[in-house]
């Protein structure tokens, strides 16, 4: 069985219909929370958006990833609700504009199968966060797991360079392990290509 750190997938070239906008709002207070947790793209590469990181949040709520994101200066462009909370369903959070870099992979992780293995991953990756525990009890509802793979395909249709969707665990395998080995990896695979 696949794990976390197996989980990456190349993209064609986009050939579908274009992607149904996916129902957001931005996180409340989100401005005043990432002002200083994002940069611009072309302040280390040439600005094009090639990869897609899946990650976790450890959490059980949206407001706890957010008090995570200020407390440790992180960031990342699309948080994912969780069953439990009154946004699951109704919409997803935008936490980062998708053209500046947010800070959800440490500069140093790399791997061969993502952007000819180069490092500084934030400046040509977009964060997607799914909010969950990541614990066996915890499983990822099928709403959220549609609405990631809508929110790749969305970024897909509108960006020529995008070619790579990985896991947080496969950048950073010594540190990190999400979306965790609970998460339907081939069921969102399927929906990222078949739309």
């Not at 940069?39 to 280390?44: E, I, K, L, V």
């Not at 094009?48 to 990650?55: F, N, Q, T």
């Not at 665990?169 to 969102?188: C, H, I, M, S, Y």
Request: aromatic share 10%; with cysteine.
């Amino acid at each position: 069985m696949p794990t976390p750190f197996d989980f990456v997938f190349a993209l064609p070239a986009f050939a579908g219909p274009p992607s149904a906008p996916v129902p957001a709002a931005p996180f409340p207070g989100v401005d005043a929370i990432v002002a200083g947790n994002s940069y611009a793209r072309t302040d280390t590469s040439d600005g094009k958006i090639r990869a897609i990181v899946i990650h976790a949040t450890q959490g059980p709520t949206s407001q706890s990833a957010m008090t995570r994101m200020q407390a440790y200066q992180a960031s990342w462009h699309w948080l994912v609700p969780h069953p439990g909370e009154a946004a699951h369903g109704l919409n997803v959070w935008r936490c980062v504009p998708e053209a500046l870099a947010a800070r959800h992979v440490r500069n140093e992780c790399h791997d061969p199968a993502v952007n000819g293995d180069a490092r500084n991953a934030n400046a040509w990756a977009i964060g997607i966060e799914i909010v969950n525990t990541m614990t066996a009890g915890d499983a990822f509802s099928d709403w959220q797991v549609e609405q990631a793979a809508a929110l790749v395909r969305q970024a897909w249709s509108g960006n020529p360079s995008l070619s790579t969707v990985v896991s947080h665990a496969r950048l950073d395998p010594q540190n990190k392990v999400d979306p965790g080995a609970w998460f339907p990896w081939e069921t969102f695979k399927a929906l990222v290509l078949g739309g």
